[in-house]
């Protein structure tokens, strides 16, 4: 079955917690922290595997998690580092985030590399957090969440041919002729229903691609006919062979065809209608009457096109349409140095956001104040909030980071909720909760007093 378009979540794994420990050695009564740190979470990596030609193994099985890290031991001992989660894609493949719409990789060569979401970084132990003034710190790191996404991949054959035509005008038997595809032929409409492809070789130090793409009618730049399914797999190619039927038994006119063709072409993506184009008028050695073939040739010379008259069932004419192609092939890798790459690894790493200490603050419909910032989310994230000393050590970045000045400045009284990533807390005016202690203090005195 071939499968060119599916829907997954991945989740990368989260790094491992640090740990609170101290050092219990004889002769040594108050010794310093030794927590060490947790292991980094493993990453979805996506690796383009030449073996596979269709998605089919992500159409029943939707969700990918990576390992998480270990957590960290005492006497500063590291936690495992969590397994990479490695899948593998036909080459081609566009990796999307169905959240943003963003391209995050393209798997263009062979053996490509995309890791898609990153594994968390293992919390920091105890061991990190001591100071002169703080010289046992009581609190650890938790480890930082993976990456959570939903993608989308969308396989686009990789070929540099594209063979373009009516149903029933020939493909199949063309690439079924000049290379060892075998797809289904058979004399009616729709009989591939499946991008076949395959290598055309034309000597012993030259070949090239060819994909037969099927299910391109009138009306396909709209969904008609399979056209949205396959007219993908147009795009990557570089010259496209435009294959007419002069057999007269269909019915069609072979001019009307054509044109209706680039027209659809030119609907779905004005840049496929810009593809150079050789024309293949097909079925020769049904046509007995050259006269109608003769107009047809001078018309579509007429417009600039390069014609060749084949018989793609009796191979009449494909010798001088292949030498034709790899001819134009070679001058446009030429004109623009499309080389293969030096190296068969393309690393993509998801972008990440660099803002360091930076953030904004913003006040939602419903009141409520959210802080957005790579680093402040990540450290709340990371910080045990049932643990009284990471909440004291959360506030000191925060007003170092000025965030708690902000809040006031923008109004925020006690009782407002502040969202920070994927927690929320209550705001608590600091100043005013240090004079509502004084006033307890003060009154239960005056009580003691009198």
Same mark, same amino acid.
């Given at each position: 079955?071939?499968?060119?378009? =599916?829907?997954?979540?991945?989740?990368? /794994?989260? *790094? $491992?917690? @640090?740990?609170?420990? +101290?050092?219990?050695?004889? &002769?040594?009564?108050?010794?310093?922290?030794?927590?060490?740190?947790?292991?980094?979470?493993?990453?979805?990596?996506?690796?383009?595997?030449?073996?596979?030609?269709?998605?089919?193994?992500?159409?029943?099985?939707?969700?990918?998690?990576?390992?998480?890290?270990?957590?960290?031991?005492?006497?500063?001992?590291?936690?495992?580092?969590?397994?990479?989660?490695?899948?593998?894609?036909?080459?081609?493949?566009?990796?999307?985030?169905?959240?943003?719409?963003?391209?995050?990789?393209?798997?263009?060569?062979?053996?490509? =590399?995309?890791?898609?979401?990153?594994? /968390?970084? *293992? $919390?920091? @132990?105890?061991?990190? +957090?001591?100071?002169?003034? &703080?010289?046992?710190?009581?609190?650890?790191?938790?480890?930082?969440?993976?990456?959570?996404?939903?993608?989308?991949?969308?396989?686009?054959?990789?070929?540099?041919?594209?063979?373009?035509?009516?149903?029933?005008?020939?493909?199949?038997?063309?690439?079924?002729?000049?290379?060892?595809?075998?797809?289904?032929?058979?004399?009616?409409?729709?009989?591939?229903?499946?991008?076949?492809?395959?290598?055309?070789?034309?000597?012993?130090?030259?070949?090239?691609?060819?994909?037969?793409?099927?299910?391109?009618?009138?009306?396909?730049?709209?969904?008609?006919?399979? /056209?949205?399914?396959?007219?993908?797999?147009?795009?990557?190619?570089?010259?496209?062979?435009?294959?007419?039927?002069?057999?007269?038994?269909?019915?069609?006119?072979?001019?009307?065809?054509?044109?209706?063709?680039?027209?659809?072409?030119?609907?779905?993506?004005?840049?496929?209608?810009?593809?150079?184009?050789?024309?293949?008028?097909?079925?020769?050695?049904?046509?007995?009457?050259?006269?109608?073939?003769?107009?047809?040739?001078?018309?579509?010379?007429?417009?600039?096109?390069?014609?060749?008259?084949?018989?793609?069932?009796?191979?009449?004419?494909?010798?001088?349409?292949?030498?034709?192609?790899?001819?134009?092939?070679?001058?446009?890798?030429?004109?623009?140095?499309?080389?293969?790459?030096?190296?068969?690894?393309?690393?993509?790493?998801?972008?990440?956001?660099?803002?360091?200490?930076?953030?904004?603050?913003?006040?939602?419909?419903?009141?409520?104040?959210?802080?957005?910032?790579?680093?402040?989310?990540?450290?709340?994230?990371?910080?045990?909030?049932?643990?009284?000393?990471?909440?004291?050590?959360?506030?000191?970045?925060?007003?170092?980071?000025?965030?708690?000045?902000?809040?006031?400045?923008?109004?925020?009284?006690?009782?407002?909720?502040?969202?920070?990533?994927?927690?929320?807390?209550?705001?608590?005016?600091?100043?005013?909760?240090?004079?509502?202690?004084?006033?307890?203090?003060?009154?239960?005195?005056?009580?003691?007093?009198?």
């Amino acid at each position: 079955m071939f499968i060119d378009e =599916v829907e997954i979540e991945v989740y990368a /794994g989260d *790094g $491992g917690n @640090g740990m609170v420990t +101290f050092r219990r050695e004889k &002769h040594v009564p108050n010794g310093g922290p030794n927590g060490g740190d947790g292991g980094h979470g493993g990453s979805v990596v996506f690796v383009a595997d030449p073996n596979l030609s269709t998605l089919l193994d992500y159409r029943f099985h939707h969700a990918y998690r990576a390992e998480r890290g270990g957590d960290g031991g005492s006497k500063d001992m590291f936690g495992k580092k969590g397994e990479n989660l490695i899948l593998k894609a036909p080459p081609g493949t566009l990796i999307y985030d169905m959240d943003t719409g963003e391209l995050l990789a393209d798997l263009n060569l062979t053996n490509s =590399v995309a890791v898609v979401a990153q594994g /968390g970084t *293992g $919390g920091r @132990g105890n061991a990190h +957090f001591a100071t002169p003034i &703080h010289q046992a710190p009581r609190y650890a790191e938790k480890g930082e969440p993976g990456e959570e996404r939903r993608l989308r991949l969308e396989l686009r054959l990789l070929a540099d041919v594209g063979l373009l035509g009516f149903p029933n005008v020939g493909k199949s038997t063309l690439i079924s002729a000049v290379s060892a595809a075998k797809p289904k032929i058979a004399n009616y409409p729709f009989t591939t229903l499946t991008p076949h492809l395959g290598v055309v070789k034309v000597d012993e130090e030259r070949n090239f691609v060819m994909a037969d793409i099927p299910g391109i009618v009138e009306g396909a730049s709209e969904g008609v006919g399979l /056209g949205h399914q396959f007219l993908r797999h147009v795009s990557r190619s570089l010259i496209l062979v435009h294959m007419l039927d002069v057999s007269g038994l269909t019915g069609r006119d072979p001019l009307t065809d054509y044109e209706t063709l680039n027209r659809e072409l030119k609907l779905y993506d004005e840049k496929l209608s810009q593809l150079p184009q050789i024309v293949a008028i097909n079925k020769m050695d049904t046509v007995f009457e050259t006269d109608v073939v003769d107009a047809l040739e001078k018309e579509l010379k007429a417009r600039g096109c390069e014609v060749h008259r084949i018989s793609a069932a009796t191979r009449q004419g494909l010798q001088p349409l292949i030498y034709s192609i790899m001819h134009h092939l070679e001058e446009m890798r030429e004109a623009t140095k499309l080389e293969v790459a030096s190296e068969d690894v393309a690393m993509f790493v998801a972008q990440q956001e660099q803002s360091g200490s930076r953030w904004v603050l913003e006040k939602s419909a419903d009141g409520v104040f959210e802080v957005k910032g790579k680093r402040i989310e990540r450290t709340v994230a990371m910080t045990d909030l049932e643990n009284e000393y990471g909440l004291r050590h959360l506030q000191r970045l925060m007003d170092r980071l000025g965030i708690t000045n902000r809040l006031k400045e923008e109004g925020a009284e006690d009782g407002d909720t502040v969202r920070i990533g994927k927690i929320e807390f209550e705001y608590e005016d600091e100043q005013k909760a240090a004079d509502r202690i004084d006033e307890r203090g003060k009154s239960r005195k005056k009580k003691t007093e009198n």
